[in-house]
């Protein structure tokens, strides 16, 4: 039984921090590239942020470079995505994504992201 289980949304004002974490199991973790999606009401889903294992290679999308940082404990099997001076762009459902080539792709359900304007 596979779970991807996000936590830490919620509202925030903007310039504020907010740290999201995904607690996984039913897989073997450390072997997996982690990554944070986001949607907004009306838009495509977007990856945010990816960290691979041991976390050797990270990359962002270019609206949270300098704000976001990923970062994984794999003895704890999850992963954070740690949010500062948000914007009212960043206002969506932020999903948690696990992925190694062909062999899975599992996603929680997401978490609520809001920054009001």
């Known amino acids: 039984q596979v779970q991807l289980v996000e936590s830490g949304g919620g509202l925030v004002q903007p310039g504020g921090s907010l740290t999201l974490s995904c607690a996984a199991s039913?897989?073997?973790?450390?072997?997996?590239?982690m990554s944070w999606y986001r949607q907004a009401p009306g838009k495509e889903r977007e990856l945010v942020a990816v960290?691979?294992?041991?976390?050797?290679?990270?990359n962002y999308v270019d609206s949270v470079k300098g704000r976001f940082t990923i970062s994984r404990d794999n003895a704890q099997n999850t992963v954070y995505l740690q949010m500062n001076s948000l914007k009212p762009e960043d206002t969506a459902v932020y999903y948690c994504?696990?992925?190694?080539?062909?062999?899975?792709?599992?996603w929680g359900q997401g978490t609520q992201v809001t920054v009001p304007s």
């Open positions: 994504n696990a992925r190694r080539g062909h062999a899975y792709d599992y």
């Open positions: 039913g897989f073997a973790f450390s072997s997996a590239a």
């Open positions: 960290i691979y294992s041991p976390g050797g290679y990270l």
